[in-house]
C-alpha cells in the first residue's frame, strides 16, 4: 500500500542509479577525461544554483513560469474537459466534431508560436497560446474516452435501480470516467511545463525558458544547467503533486489497478 | 401460492437489425406467483436475457403485454431489481463494498437506516467483514454476491438474475445456490433465475421454463416436485431429479 500522498514514497535504487551518474559525470570532468569549455560538473551546476536562489532572480523566473503553468493548464483543463465531456456524451458532436480535432491534433503546439508572437508580440498572451492549444487535447481526448468506453452494464445498473438519466450521469458515468480525466489531466500538466519552457524559450522573455537562454548568452553554463535541473525538478514536483493531491480526494482511483 | 407478481400475454420483442427485423422473443405466456423460484433454461441465443431484460423494464415487449401487480409495464418497475452475469461490470469500482450495496438506498432513507440495511444486506451473503473493501480486492463469487446484497439491500419482490453464476466454479457455485434458496425462504422475495444448466434449474426451481427455438419461446414449464430444503448431494441423488434432468435434456432436444 502506498503512503497517503502517493508517489511521496521514495525508490531508492533509482535515486543509487542517479547519484551513481552524478558521480560518474564529476569524476569525467574534473579528471579532464571530458573536456569542453562550457560542460560543468555536477557540483559547480548546484554552486551556480545556490547563487542564483541566493540572489533571489530564481524565484522570480520560477514563479513566472509557475504562474503561466498554473494559468495554461486551468484554461486547457476547462476546455478540454468541457469538449471531452460533450464528445464523451453526444454522438452527434462526435460525427461531426471529431475530424476538426483529429486534423488540429497533430499540429505540434510550437508551430502556433510563431503565430502567437505576431498576433501578441513578445507576451504571456502568446506564451498561454502555445501552452493551451496542445495541453488541451490529452484532457479532452481521455475525458470523451472516459465517458464514450463507459461499460453499457452501468447504464443498466442506473435503469435497474430506477435512476433519472441525471444520476445516472452524476452517480455512475462521471465516477466511472474519472481515473481516466485525471490520467488526462497529468499528461496535461507534464505538456503545459514543456510547452510553457518552450514558449518562453522563443516567445515571451520570461521565465525559466528565458533564463536558459539568458545564462547561455551570457556564458554561464553552470547557471544555464542549474536552470535546466531546475525544470527537472519542477516536472517531477507537478506530477507528484496532481498524483497526492487525487489520492488524498479519491482514494478508491489510486489504489486501483490499471484496467 | 399468492397472487401473481409478473404476468406475461403473448409477449414478444423484435429488434430491427442490419439484416432487417429480427423477432428475438415471441409469445411469451407465462405468470410469476409471489415467493416463487422461476428458472429459466434455453440454449444460447433463444433469447433468455432478452426475456429477463423485458421483465425487468430495460426492454421494452413489442407485441403483446407485460403486466406488474396487474398494471402495464412502463420502464423498470418499482420493487424489482436485475441482478447482472457481468459482475464486474456490474459494481461500482470507485466504491467500497458497504458503498455498493448503499448505492439503490442512501437517496431514499437516513443514515443509520441505511446502514442498518446494508448490513442486514451484507450479513445475508455472508460479506460483514469485508464492507470495506474495494470489488477488486475479492473473488469473483465474492463480488457475485456483493451484487446480489445490493440487490437486498432495496428489499425486493422480485430478483431478476441473469445467469448469475455462469463465470464462477463448481464449489462457488453450489454455496450460493444454497443461499438463495434459503434467501427466499428468509425473505420471500420472487426469484426469476436464467440459466443454461438444467440441473442448477431443476435444484433451483419452484418451476422450471424451457425456453427454446429462434425466436425463442416458452416450449414447456414444468413443476418441479421436489423436498425442502434442498441439499447438494442428496436431492442431486433423488431418481424424481435425476428423471426431471432427464426430461428437460430431452426437452432442449439432447436426447
Known sequence: MRSRFGAASINWPGMAVLAIVLAAWEALVRSGAVSFEFFPAPLAILQGGIQLARDGVLFADLAHTLISIALGWTIAMAIGVSLGLLLGFSPLVRRYGLATIEVLRPIPGIAFAPVGLLLFGFSLQTELAVTVLPTLWPVMINTMGGIANAHPRLNDVGRTFRLSRGDIVLRILLPAALPSIIVGARISLGLALVMAIVAEIVGNPAGLGYAIVREQQAMNPENMFAYIAVVGVLGVLLNAGVLGLTTSLWPATAQRPAA | ?255
Open chain 2, 1 to 255: 401460492m399468492a397472487d401473481s407478481v409478473f404476468e406475461c400475454r403473448s409477449a414478444g420483442i423484435t429488434l430491427p437489425l442490419r439484416s432487417g427485423v429480427r423477432p428475438i422473443i415471441a409469445d411469451i405466456s407465462l405468470e410469476l406467483k409471489s415467493a416463487e423460484f422461476l428458472t429459466i433454461v434455453g440454449p444460447s441465443g433463444t433469447g433468455k436475457t432478452t426475456l429477463l431484460r423485458m421483465l425487468g423494464g430495460l426492454a421494452p415487449p413489442t407485441s403483446g403485454a407485460v403486466l406488474v401487480r396487474g398494471e402495464v409495464l412502463a420502464g423498470p418497475p418499482e420493487g424489482v431489481v436485475i441482478v447482472f452475469q457481468d459482475y464486474a461490470n456490474a459494481l461500482l469500482q470507485w466504491r467500497s463494498v458497504a458503498a455498493n450495496v448503499a448505492f439503490g438506498i442512501e437517496r431514499t432513507m437516513s443514515r443509520a437506516q441505511c446502514n442498518e440495511r446494508v448490513r442486514d444486506a451484507l450479513n445475508l451473503v455472508g460479506l460483514l467483514d469485508r464492507a470495506d473493501d474495494f470489488p477488486w480486492q475479492l473473488s469473483g463469487g465474492m463480488q457475485q454476491r456483493v451484487q446480489i446484497a445490493r440487490a437486498l439491500a432495496l428489499r425486493p419482490a422480485v430478483m431478476l438474475m441473469d445467469e448469475p453464476f455462469a463465470a464462477l466454479d463448481a464449489m462457488t457455485k453450489a454455496g450460493l445456490q444454497d443461499e438463495l434458496l434459503r434467501l427466499r425462504d428468509q425473505t420471500k422475495v420472487s426469484f426469476v433465475f436464467i440459466t443454461h444448466d438444467i440441473e442448477e434449474a431443476v435444484y433451483l426451481g419452484d418451476r422450471v421454463a424451457v425456453l427454446n427455438g429462434s425466436p425463442g419461446r416458452i416450449e414447456h414449464i414444468v413443476d418441479i416436485d421436489l423436498p425442502f430444503p434442498r441439499d447438494q448431494i442428496t436431492t442431486r441423488q433423488l431418481p424424481a431429479f435425476l428423471a426431471y434432468r432427464y426430461d428437460l435434456h430431452k426437452a432442449i432436444g439432447h436426447a
